[in-house]
């Protein structure tokens, strides 16, 4: 009876099998990870970047790297190495011999399948003469032809090879180990255990503990979950935080602690280099006993960052410490806005406590503007440019100029920007322009509704009010341009215009009467329209208008005394104006004239039939127009939503030109709706990361449960520019809830649907009755 045999591999070969398979599943994900990009696209990126970019901090810092590193090599050879190994296994795999072959004794005869019996003895008649050990041939290729003879000679034999492969018979299973027979030897086992033990009871674990422990010190977006608490713990202390303060709790966080970031250092020298910067600052709450602000790990945070803000020079060895500083602050402030959201959410279900302030939220935002740019608060946002200095601003905001602002410097005329600026050189100017083109322009549309409700237009007290704002991305140099072409022809502008006033002053406005006449058919689609007044009734206001046209003829004058009144120069202004009222009335006595001619043909009730079909009908067309262009838009929402979820956007944007941040940063937003009034947050701010050319973002938030008219804000800031938020008046009015109906009309249904129901319902049983008695 067949039985299972376990063996290792003596000879090794399925082990090259095992081994190449194993290197190949590391190289082959490694390469696609770790190669090197390529260097001469980054070069290349670099180099179209250095004409706008090539005076920031985080741009020489980027050649500086990529001339020292030798990193990109390493990695190169390490993986080069690593496919050498691979290729050298799968060429010793090819190499080998199959040692499981399936055995076919035609092929051992060197035989046909389906050859005769005589063709099997004369081939084996030759073969023995040849393979046989008397006459000194080899005799292990006799047994094969001995056994294959009669493998395909006997019978029993032969039922043996068909049925279970072999002449011999069922012969135990064979399983093969991949690993040498050397692993297994007694005299090697203590070096095996102590292979295991080291990397299953050691390696593994310290990974794993590693790992472990580091994910759970870490939130999501990388942050010390520690000093996520020390933050809330401070915005919830003090609501109203001001910038000096914001900057104590920033630079209190735990990333710039040793003993909590291997990355941050405190080395012997700040105790002489970091008093005298202190001295040079000014006040900085030095005194302030109050932990952990009085710790050195924050007070030195505390001082590289303000001696960044300032653009104050500071020693070589701080100067590594302080970009480390300045580096991590952006993820550290946007921690800070999503803790303030966090608060102003639970303030607002649970209540209890004081939701942080408007402002709070809205100084990290500025203080992030700062940090990137190394600007104080109070300084101007024209010191974000290319070589302009305290003393330059002078030139700008002169009496003639009042530049103040990166806009007021675009809407400029540019003979008048070159004349401000002629303190620069021709380069200087170039370059300055350069950069203020790279600049990005906003433009923001909103659009105010409610969604899943028949009625989107309409804001009831409670409903979930959605504001969709679409962002616009473009440079400031296509501003330049527009400008450049609306001065370059200004007679032609100035032409139109006037041709323009003259028709209007000419025509009537056009555009009134139709929305005249449109609030006339929207009033008309509310209400249907009534039925006119009986035959005696329409027949008293014939007569009624008959006599008034008669007065109005008798009143008009002739036209000799018109001639004379203005042979006299006695025209009136009043006479004047009263000729096309005349003109009016006496078309009016001509459709009066009309209408009872046309009243004469068809009967009144006739008429009033007639007029309610067609309004019918209308209304019912612009109903159903109506109808389904909401459900178009609903239906393009819904695919808008879907795809958002399912793509994901690249969060590289547009470099931000920063002289002093030492990395290279993308162009992010914030985009929030607040209250500007009460100091409150409407919506939780969105962290726009996508605006590369155009966005579009949806803006949640419950409508006040009182109605009323309420006025916000729409605010766009930015993450990394000083001067360039916007902020757009969002106009909120709020009616009453409609009320739930008790009894709607789908739940109406006819009694003689019911009737009719129940009329089945009892034939059923009927049936059912009679179905029973057959059965029994």
């Known amino acids: 009876m067949a039985g299972q045999q376990f063996q290792y591999d003596d000879s090794g070969n399925t082990f090259f099998y095992f081994l190449t398979s194993f290197v190949g599943l590391i190289v082959i994900p490694a390469t696609y990870y770790l190669w090197p990009r390529d260097q001469n696209a980054e070069q290349l990126r670099l180099k ?36 050498a190994v691979f290729l050298l296994l799968a060429y010793k795999v090819s190499k080998l011999d199959r040692e499981y072959q399936e055995y076919n004794p035609y092929e051992v005869l060197h035989l046909d399948p389906g050859a005769t019996t005589s063709e099997i003895k004369k081939q084996y008649h030759l073969l023995s003469k040849k393979f046989h050990p008397d006459k000194g041939g080899d005799e292990a290729a006799f047994m094969m032809i001995t056994k294959a003879y009669a493998a395909l000679t006997n019978e029993q034999t ?68 520690n000093t996520t608490q020390l933050f809330m713990h401070f915005m919830y202390k003090t609501p109203n935080m001001n910038m000096k303060r914001l900057a104590m709790v920033l630079t209190a966080a735990f990333e710039f602690d040793p003993r909590s970031n291997k990355e941050a250092t405190i080395r012997p020298t700040d105790n002489i280099e970091v008093p005298q910067l202190i001295r040079e600052l000014g006040n900085i709450n030095v005194k302030k006993k109050e932990p952990p602000f009085c710790y050195p790990y924050s007070l030195k945070a505390r001082v590289l960052v303000l001696a960044h803000l300032s653009r104050m020079d500071v020693s070589e060895d701080l100067e590594e410490d302080q970009r480390f500083a300045v580096r991590k602050s952006p993820a550290l402030l946007q921690e800070m806005v ?63 100029y009042k530049v103040r602002s990166l806009q007021d410097l675009v809407s400029l005329k540019d003979s008048e920007r070159r004349s401000m600026l002629r303190f620069l050189g021709e380069e200087k100017y170039d370059e300055v322009i350069s950069v203020l083109g790279s600049f990005p322009h906003i433009t923001m549309e909103t659009k105010l509704q409610v969604l899943d409700d028949e009625d989107s237009n309409n804001i009831t007290a409670g409903s979930i009010v959605t504001v969709t704002v679409t962002l616009t991305r473009k440079r400031m140099a296509e501003v330049f341009e527009k400008e450049q072409d609306s001065s370059a022809c200004p007679g032609e502008e100035g032409a139109n215009t006037e041709e323009g006033a003259d028709a ?27 039925k006119k007044k009986a035959p005696a009734a329409a027949a008293t206001i014939a007569a009624a208008a008959a006599a008034a046209a008669a007065t109005a003829a008798a ?16 025209v009136a ?10 003109e009016e009335e006496e078309g009016s006595d001509k459709g009066s004239e009309s209408d009872e001619a046309e009243a004469n043909k068809d009967s009144p009730s006739e008429r009033d039939e007639e007029s309610d079909k067609q309004s019918d009908t209308e209304v019912d067309e612009i109903a159903g127009d109506d109808e389904e262009q909401e459900w178009e838009a609903l239906q393009q929402s819904i695919q808008r939503r879907e795809r958002a979820l399912l793509e994901t956007k690249s969060k590289v944007t547009h470099p931000v030109y920063s002289l002093y941040y030492p990395d290279e940063k993308q162009e992010w937003w914030w985009l929030y709706i607040a209250d500007r009034r009460d100091q409150a947050l409407v919506s ?5 990361c996508t605006l590369k050319d155009t966005e579009e973002v949806e803006l949640k938030f419950p409508a006040p449960s009182k109605t009323g008219n309420y006025q916000y804000s729409v605010i766009l800031r930015s993450d990394s520019y000083l001067g360039l938020d916007q902020i757009k008046p969002l106009k909120l009015e709020v009616h009453e809830a409609k009320a739930v109906l008790d009894n709607h009309p789908q739940w109406d249904i006819p009694e003689t649907e019911e009737e009719d129901e129940e009329q089945e319902d009892s034939d059923g049983i009927e049936e059912s009755e009679d179905d029973d008695e057959d059965n029994d």
Request: proline content about 6%; hydrophobic content about 40%; glycine content about 6%.
């Open 684 to 688: 939780m701010p969105y962290h726009v």
């Open 158 to 225: 032969k039922k043996n090879w068909e049925l279970y492969g072999d002449p011999d018979g069922p012969r135990a299973t064979n399983f093969g180990i991949a690993l040498p027979a050397w692993i297994v030897d007694q005299k090697n086992s203590m070096l095996v255990l102590l292979v295991y033990g080291l990397a299953f009871m050691v390696i593994l674990p310290v990974v794993v503990g590693t790992w472990w422990y580091r994910s759970i010190r870490y939130s999501g977006d990388q942050i010390l979950i």
């Open 48 to 83: 179209s970047l250095r004409r706008v970019h090539g005076r920031c901090l985080w741009y020489r810092l980027r050649l500086m790297k990529s001339q020292q590193s030798i990193v990109p090599s390493l990695k190169k050879a390490a993986l080069l190495f690593g496919w």
């Open 555 to 570: 009143a008009t004058p002739t036209p000799a005394a018109t001639k004379a009144k203005q042979a006299n120069g006695n």
């Open 573 to 582: 202004g009043g006479d004047v104006l009263a000729a096309p009222k005349e």
């Open 504 to 530: 209007s002053k000419a025509k009537p406005k056009v555009w009134q009467n139709k929305s005249k006449a449109t609030k006339k058919t929207a009033k008309s689609k509310k209400k249907k329209l009534t």
């Open 338 to 400: 999503n803790v303030g959201c966090q608060l102003t959410m639970m303030a607002n279900s649970r209540g209890g406590f004081h939701a942080p302030r408007l402002v709070s939220i809205e100084n990290c935002m500025k203080l992030t503007q700062m940090i990137v740019q190394g600007l104080q608060e109070t300084k101007s946002p024209l010191l974000q440019l290319p070589h302009f200095e305290e003393e330059h601003l002078r030139y700008c905001v002169s009496k003639k």
